[in-house]
């Protein structure tokens, strides 16, 4: 068309001319958009048909997410150890053993005034303690502590701390140095040197090496060590006397059986 209009051409002459022409591209043009319109209403469809589709994908993606969280958490609570009934397992074993092995309490030695014993048994009255009181025993006794009172006991005593009172037993050692009471024995007595006895003995034997001031009465021999002061009668039936004792009393052997008259009658 510029081509024309360049050119001194009368335009009616040429749509007279040309008018069929381009009233058939006019046409071809106008169906050509048709086509084009109608294809475009094709494919807005298919999109809005898509998307649907991908709306309908959504849920889908987040149900499988939702079902492995699911997978996940169970599977979790499975693995997990329950550590309480463990303990409490624990615990129970724990106790059966302690029930079926009981374990046995040590006794603590009694240290008493009064007790029942075997013969073989000693109590010991420990050093640095006093007993207020008389004591008795049906076993043997060692005093290393301090007894203000009387002792009776049917097995030994052994005395090398401090008694104040009687003392009677089958048999008695006097290691100490002092003793206030009367010894009273069914068997030996004896009298450690560097120990004073104040009181009267009695037994069926005895052996003095330290100072004694009452009466000895023994039914049977009584040696006097050189190391002995005696300040009282004795009687016995035997009566040694070593070189260096004291003896300030009336000596006499009133259980040796000899009728002493019998030697000095004028027959």
Known sequence: MSEFEDANVDKDILSQIFGDDLADDTKAEKADDSLFADSAAEEEPAEETAAPESAAEEPAEQQEELSVED????????????????????????????????????QPEVRAAQIDTDDDDVTVITKGTTINGGISSEGSLEVMGTINGDVDCLGRVSVYGTISGNVSASDVLVQTKRLEGNIKSEGAVEISGGTVVIGDIEGTS???????????????????????????????????????????????LNYAGVNLDEFFEDK
């Not at 169970?74 to 615990?91: F, G, K, Q």
């Not at 302690?98 to 046995?104: D, L, S």
């Not at 023994?218 to 040694?240: E, F, H, L, M, Y």
């Open 71 to 106: 997978i996940l958490k169970a599977a979790r609570e499975e693995e997990e150890p329950e550590p309480v009934d463990e303990e409490l397992s624990v615990e129970d074993i724990l106790k059966a053993a302690k029930e079926e092995t009981p374990v046995e309490e040590s």
């Open 206 to 252: 005895a052996t003095v090496a330290g100072a004694v001031k009452g009466n000895i009465d023994v039914n049977g021999p009584v040696i006097v060590d050189s190391t002995a002061i005696v300040q009282g009668s004795i009687k016995a039936k035997s009566i040694q006397v070593n070189t260096g004792a004291v003896v300030d009393g009336y000596c006499s």
